[in-house]
């Protein structure tokens, strides 16, 4: 399947990796801190570095085409399947790539969007597209409704994919109709009709299910557990397992360290860059007892760390090395740049506060 889509692939794969083009055109002109996340009220609430924007973002969304593709092209039963099905999981995710990293650029080049607007656009005409296809998706394990009761017999696969292509239209349209409904209302229609297509063709499956039980023509096909769906969730379960013990290493684990020189100190953070400041760069030293964090738009965010680029109302983009554990900090000036950092509790906050006004003496 993918050999016969190569040439697919390769210019969906181009597709996706564009914004970096785009990016490394227009360098200069992004600013450093890019917003890349937004709230459900719209407001942005989530930045990061130009670099990750630029490079990152797309050549994560890279990764995740091809595992969608891998993983339809492994499963059994797509040998067979209708070709446009396959040709949408080839689009989508580059559709989707374009759209993200558009509003992000657009936004940082200083363009006004409304990005929940803009989804709603996206997800009415993605789920209309879909729609139109789903009653042409043949029974497989991994495009489609996948439940017990489609994937045990093709005759409730069919019926519930054909109900599910008219329900996914119709909630597509009603996606499109939100745009024009104010913002509190139009929030919640988005996420009320994405429920309502979800949970509608599983409830019509097994309501289905049960009425072949009642006219005794339900013929229950077991699903074979096939080499490769075996090999499949064996890696899963392996990769799985590795990024659970990675996760709970970095969430809980990790320490900063200040190692103090001559002419200058150095913080070195487990899972984050090691900095250094001169003592004669630093403008301003003070205590407090009460920490105002606001928001991280780049950087490490643990239940023990918090470290990296952040953005509160008093200090606008900022560096901080803290613990998540220790309300008290010491904020620096260096360079006109602020810098906050603490230890694991008070006391030894106050001691690097000390330490530090000793050394700019």
């Known amino acids: 399947m993918i050999r016969d889509n190569k040439w697919k692939l390769l210019a969906s794969s181009m597709a996706i990796l564009l914004p970096v083009l785009f990016g490394a055109l227009f360098w200069n002109e992004l600013p450093e801190q890019m917003v890349t996340h937004w709230g459900i009220n719209g407001a942005a609430d989530g930045w990061s570095s130009r670099a990750f924007a630029v490079f990152v973002l797309p050549l994560s969304i890279l990764a995740v085409h091809w595992l969608c593709v891998f993983c ?6 797509n ?4 070709k446009k099905m396959f040709g949408l999981v080839i689009w989508i995710t580059p559709i989707v790539s374009l759209f993200a990293n558009g509003v992000v650029y ?5 363009k006004e969007f ?3 607007l803009i989804t709603n ?3 009415g005409t993605v789920f209309i597209v879909i729609g139109n296809y789903l009653p042409k998706c043949k029974q497989n394990y991994t495009i489609g409704i996948k439940v017990k009761w489609t994937l045990e017999n093709e005759e409730n696969w069919n019926a519930t994919h054909r109900f599910g292509g008219k329900v996914w239209v119709v909630g597509g349209l009603l996606l499109l109709t939100c745009v024009f409904l104010p913002d509190g209302i139009a929030l919640w229609g988005m996420v009320g009709s994405i429920i309502t297509l979800v949970v509608l063709p599983i409830v019509y499956s097994y309501l289905y299910y049960k009425k072949q039980v009642r006219e005794g023509t339900a013929v229950i096909t077991p699903v074979p557990k096939s080499k490769v769906s075996k090999k499949v969730k064996m890696i899963s379960l392996i990769g799985l397992a590795g990024v659970l013990v990675f996760v709970g290493l970095i969430m809980f684990t990790g320490d900063i360290d200040i190692n103090y020189g001559g002419e200058s100190f150095t913080i070195e953070a487990d899972y984050w860059f090691d900095l250094t400041v001169e003592y004669d760069a630093i403008e301003k030293i003070e205590y407090r007892d009460n920490d105002n964090r606001g928001l991280r738009t780049n950087g490490l965010g643990s239940a023990r760390l918090l470290t990296g680029a952040f953005r509160n109302e008093e200090f606008g ?4 090395y803290s613990y998540t554990g220790c309300e008290a900090c010491v904020v620096l000036t260096v360079a006109g740049k602020i810098l906050v950092l603490n230890g694991p509790d008070t006391q030894k906050t106050r001691e690097v506060y000390e330490m530090l006004k000793i050394k700019q003496l």
């Not at 040998?79 to 209708?82: A, L, R, V």
């Not at 983009?317 to 901080?320: A, G, K, P």
């Open 72 to 77: 339809t092209a492994l499963d059994p039963k």
């Open 79 to 82: 040998k067979g399947q209708n």
């Open 106 to 110: 657009g936004v940082s080049l200083g």
């Open 114 to 116: 409304q990005p929940y």
């Open 121 to 123: 656009l996206l997800m």
């Open 317 to 320: 983009n900022y560096t901080r």
